[in-house]
């Protein structure tokens, strides 16, 4: 398709609802457009991973997570936690959003005068991890061998059995660990609490940007 | 071992260290061990006591905008923080260097709910560049430089310093501090040669490229680099409004103001033009009106150095990260020099035509009650076109910015992004300490100067020589033009039964006079100018008038309306 028109779809002022992608400036020098708006499917938005890293400065979560709110964007998960560097914490945020939207948030983000560095990847980019506790009745696992064939097919770890309750631990991704629950919570009475952490993701990628920026940075500062 | 001194006591050195020479502030209970230190320095740090702290910040802004020094001010803790509030938003709409230091209870107290607590950072965090509580005598030196090398670097904006009362009592072994780098901060990006070549190839392929000036020209001390660029390539432009005296106005390729009540030629052509080479300008709603249809048919440009403004608002082909006072003569180096003639005096007609519609009528009216453009045109012209322009916000500010004219830089002190009503007069204060050799010509409304008017108080406290034009129309002017236009005439609390102005100016002991022929209008301008110190012009200002031309909210740039 194609047409003199792009990027904006003309009804906001703050794009990124929909994915109207302009491409400039082609070899033909002709400017093309895909043309997807949300209503029709949402495959605009991906759910993506961002990782950000900050100086250990009191403050930051909620200057990060103001990033989201202002430009109206769910925080699916959240973790915090002090990262491999000395001093540095580690961010691992997930949202959908379109890619516009994603590389928005990340310059916002950057912004921030201690935030050092903000990148965002899909699933395919990076290792993921999340866990969950399962607290059951000991009661309705006896009497319902079901019980026990969901957790061992799903690969779940018994923690803490007791006459009254029995915990459950799996680690995952997100899918296996709903699926998991949703298994369990059918069998009426069985699930007594749930918990599920915020996704944590290291990159697949063999260059380290954080190391890279803070190496250069240094230099920078050196040869100031 | 060194000498032990309070941490209000290091905060004054600190401040002193930085180059601070004026303060505006006002004291109260959290910070009155500040102002005690404060009392021992008044030859280095001249304190300005404002009438509210609104003005404070304001004052630190107009102080900041005219002289490029950072703006500071310092105020008590809850109320006198949370007054601060809009003149930080403002602050950082509009990239101004500010630091405001607020009082806060002590650390023991924090969270209680104490008397005056307020949780100032967390209220300022998202609306500053920098916020941060000061909670031992130790961190003074530290936080301080941090702050004023953050306010000033990259894109200027405001920091908030919370100073919390125990950190102002307890005692430190002072050492000035050094901040210049931040490793999470970078306000000094490297330029990319890639990019330099490929914005150079771009202009020298273009034959009808269109620049656009913002404030960051100014902010970046760039325009004799710009200049240079813009006369080599001829390349025509056109300034936002906080851009106006990024170049004199009578430059020939200044083609006039941008957006929704600017120039119809910049607009008109900005849809026209092959290529847009925006220059530290944030593509503002109000420059650009539809986005749908801005621009569309031309690549664009963009120089920054804010990366988070690239593709923000208008999807752009090329971004130049850095301070465009080395990225602009980095391209200028490489750009063919270039005649655009045919182009150029394409924006002739449009400026014609505007002029014959409106900027006559506008500023040589024949008859009739006075007009804001004339008063504006004729306050510029009689201060030889170098005076500094302060506005309100509304119908004054935007004929005081279309018809204001400009020679020299720093020359603009309006409240752009925010449109903050009782900015002027404060601001107008400040400018008269960040530029004291200069005239300081505040244009405002008979609404805004009401927000703001307990500042006559500090302006005769001080002698401070703002010249006052005030321009009553008896409405909230632009928010009744927007009634006239958009809801039917229905004038839903915009009319304004107001007070004796003269009386009120004279009662502070400021020179007042109000003039409502248009044959005394000279004569009242020239006493003014001629009059030391501060005074108040009045002038009876036609009621229903229009700022024309118009692109109305949402429609094209290009679709200006000349009358109503
Ligand atoms: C603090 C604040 N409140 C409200 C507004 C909305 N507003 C914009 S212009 C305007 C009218 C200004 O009237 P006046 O000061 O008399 O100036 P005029 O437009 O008549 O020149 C108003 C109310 C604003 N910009 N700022």
Redesign the interface.
């Known amino acids: 398709m194609k047409r003199?028109?792009?990027?904006?779809?003309?009804e906001c002022?703050?794009?990124g609802k929909c994915d109207r992608v302009?491409n400039?400036?082609n070899a033909a020098g002709e400017e093309t457009i895909i043309d997807n708006p949300i209503m029709e499917q949402d495959n605009s938005t991906k759910l993506y991973t961002f990782l950000i890293y900050?100086?250990n400065i009191?403050?930051l979560l909620?200057?990060i997570s103001?990033v989201f709110t202002?430009r109206q964007v769910n925080i699916e998960s959240l973790n915090v936690c002090a990262s491999s560097t000395p001093g540095v914490h580690k961010y691992t945020v997930t949202s959908y959003c379109t890619l516009?939207m994603a590389?928005?948030l990340k310059?916002?983000m950057?912004?921030k005068?201690?935030?050092?560095q903000a990148n965002f990847f899909t699933d395919e980019e990076i290792f993921i991890n999340e866990t969950c506790l399962l607290k059951i009745s000991t009661p309705i696992m006896l009497e319902n061998h079901n019980v026990s064939r969901i957790v061992r097919m799903f690969n779940a770890r018994i923690v803490e059995v007791n006459p009254t309750y029995a915990t459950i631990e799996k680690t995952g991704i997100t899918s296996d660990i709903l699926a998991l629950f949703n298994e369990l919570n059918a069998i009426e009475g069985c699930v007594l609490q749930f918990v599920r952490s915020g996704r944590i993701a290291v990159t697949k990628s063999k260059i380290e940007k954080l190391d890279n920026y803070?190496a250069e940075?240094?230099k920078?500062?050196i040869n100031? | 071992m060194a000498e032990k001194i309070t941490g209000a006591e290091a905060l004054m050195r600190a401040l002193e260290h930085e180059g601070v020479d004026v303060l505006f502030g006002y004291p109260g209970g959290s910070i009155m061990p500040t102002y005690d230190a404060l009392y021992d320095h008044k030859g280095t740090l001249n304190h300005i006591l404002v009438r509210h702290e609104q003005g404070a910040v304001h004052a630190a802004q107009g102080y900041a905008r005219v002289s490029g020094k950072v703006g500071c001010a310092i105020v008590t803790s809850g109320p006198g923080a949370t007054n601060t509030i809009t003149g930080v938003a403002d602050a950082m709409m509009d990239s101004t260097p500010m630091v405001v230091i607020c009082g806060q209870v002590g650390v023991a107290m924090l969270g209680t709910d104490a008397f005056q607590e307020v949780d100032v950072v967390g209220v300022t965090q998202p609306i500053s560049k920098w916020s941060y509580q000061i909670r031992r005598p130790e961190d003074v030196a530290w936080a301080v430089s941090r702050a004023f090398y953050i306010a000033k670097s990259g894109r200027p904006g405001p920091v908030v310093l919370d100073f919390a009362k125990n950190a102002q009592t307890g005692m430190v072994e002072y050492e000035p501090a050094h901040v210049d780098f931040i490793r999470s901060y970078n306000p000094y990006p490297a330029i990319v040669k890639e990019d330099i070549e490929a914005a150079a190839k771009m202009i020298n392929n273009s034959v009808k490229p269109f620049a656009l000036l913002g404030q960051g020209v100014e902010l970046a001390g760039a325009r004799e680099e710009v200049c240079a660029f813009l006369e080599k390539a001829q390349i025509p432009f056109g300034t936002t409004f906080l851009g106006l005296s990024d170049m004199p106005s009578d430059h020939p390729l200044n083609k006039g103001i941008l957006g929704m009540h600017g120039n119809l030629g910049p607009n008109v052509m900005t849809n026209q033009c092959d290529l847009l080479i925006a220059i530290g300008m944030r593509f503002d709603d109000r420059v650009t009106g539809n986005l749908a249809t801005y621009a569309k048919q031309a690549k664009i440009i963009h120089f920054d150095i804010d990366a988070s403004e690239f593709n923000k608002n208008v999807k752009i082909d090329l971004a130049i990260h850095g301070d465009c006072k080395t990225t602009i003569p980095a391209v200028a180096e490489l750009v063919d020099k270039a005649k655009h003639d045919s182009w150029i005096s394409g924006f002739d007609p449009y400026a014609e035509k505007e002029y014959n519609k409106v900027i006559d009528k506008a500023i040589h009216p024949a008859e009739g009650p006075l007009l804001m453009g004339e008063v504006v045109r004729k306050v510029s012209e009689a201060a030889n076109n170098e005076a500094v322009m302060v506005t309100d916000v509304g119908q004054n500010q935007l004929f005081a910015c279309r018809y204001f004219k400009f020679t020299k830089p720093r020359s603009v002190v309006t409240s752009g992004g925010l449109g903050t009503m009782g900015f002027g007069l404060p601001a107008a204060i400040g400018a008269t300490f960040g530029a004291p050799d200069r005239a300081v010509c505040l244009f405002c409304g008979d609404g805004g100067l009401q927000m703001s008017i307990q500042e006559l108080g500090t302006i005769m406290e001080q002698g401070a020589p703002v010249k006052i034009i005030l321009l009553n129309n008896n409405f909230l002017g632009n928010v009744r033009q927007w009634q006239e236009m958009f809801f039917q005439r229905r004038y839903s609390f915009t009319p304004m039964t107001n007070p004796d102005y003269e009386l009120i100016a004279k009662g502070y002991g400021i020179n007042a006079k109000t003039v409502i022929e248009r044959s005394e209008l000279d004569a009242a301008i020239a006493e003014m100018l001629a009059t030391p110190g501060p005074y108040l012009l009045q002038c009876a200002i036609k009621e229903e008038d229009n700022v024309l031309p118009m692109t109305p909210p949402g429609a094209n740039i290009d679709e200006m309306l000349l009358e109503v």
């Open positions: 003199t028109f792009g990027g904006q779809c003309g002022t703050s794009c302009l400039r400036g900050s100086e009191a403050g909620s200057q103001a202002r516009e590389t928005m310059k916002q950057e912004k005068i201690d935030v050092l803070l940075r240094e920078q500062r100031k």
